[in-house]
């Protein structure tokens, strides 16, 4: 497998979907797992990551979350409807994000459930969590908007904000769950994961089957204890 040639593939339909992202008219409705989700113009659209990583994660009943880069909400709809979360707290840097999310949850009546705002990764009060979910961008690679944000993420410092972060509001044993793909490289987010005191261990993974190359991973991240 050329991983180059992967990357410029890849580019190039992260380049056409924010394209037909910022361009989208009007709302469309997909049905996953028997949940109904509407995707909103200038919104990331869920791929194979996003089920992935919603369908993967482990959450116990009653547990409280953070589903952060949340996109539409997928991530926030399952952990609420499906895993049995107690409450789920959901943002996203996209101030249309946060009114799509807003949305799916009322259709699923979640409202009690989910409490939805705008943000950089993490609410600004401390909350302790006991599971934090994130599917951020993977491409190195300077945003020229908020739709692009979804998908790039120039030097990686939305990831490396999320690991140096995330402790603050993890309980402590807690654990994150976070989505990455070969073109971005599984060799680096497991040094960087490790740089910053993680243990993690693949948890499920998913090879595009249209013999692309494109390779998902779902990783699961425990705080370093010594």
Known sequence: MNIQKVR??????QVSSTKKWRGRENPVKIIIDRLEIT???KVFEPKPDSLLLAREMVIKPGEKVLDTCAGSGIQTIYAAKLKGAGQVYSCDINPYAVANIKL????NNLEKIVTVFHADLFPKEKILFDVIVANQPYTDYK??????KSVWDEKHRTLKKLLNDAPKYLKAKGRMYISW???ADFEFFEKIASNYKYKYRKIASYKDPDESGVEFRVYELKR???
């Open 8 to 13: 410029k593939e890849v580019f190039k339909r």
């Open 143 to 148: 945003p020229t908007d908020i739709v692009g």
């Open 181 to 183: 793909a070969n073109f």
């Open 104 to 107: 799916n949850a009322r259709k």
């Open 224 to 226: 370093k204890t010594y």
């Open 39 to 41: 995707i909103n113009p």
